[in-house]
């Protein structure tokens, strides 16, 4: 399986960590350990489509989010994390007076 990193272009699958379901970016909010342990604990085996996190351990360093097919393991798209268009990131704000 190869993974294009929107960094680095195409490479193989093994030069990159994969961490798990897109899932673990959105986290429920407050203390209700239920929920807590359902979401680090709880997760559909999904066959299809999915959204994973992979990090690029060996390039770049970057987390990324791969969507793919779990049957066919072909890599249908690519998208950095770090640009806030995916899960937890995407509700953060930039506190006042950061750069």
């Given at each position: ?20 379901s ?47 097919n ?30």
């Amino acid at each position: 399986m190869r993974i294009t990193c929107p960094l680095c272009g195409p490479r193989d699958r093994r030069e990159f960590y994969y961490y798990g379901s897109e899932d673990y970016l959105m986290r429920p909010a407050g203390e209700d350990f239920d929920a807590i342990d359902a979401h680090l604990h709880l997760r559909d085996n999904v066959a299809g489509v999915a959204r994973d996190l992979w990090y690029h351990e060996m390039g770049c360093a970057a987390w990324l989010s791969v969507t793919r097919n779990t049957v066919t393991h072909e890599v249908l798209g690519v998208a950095l994390v770090a640009d806030g268009g995916v899960g937890i990131l995407a509700k953060m704000k930039p506190e006042e007076g950061a750069l």
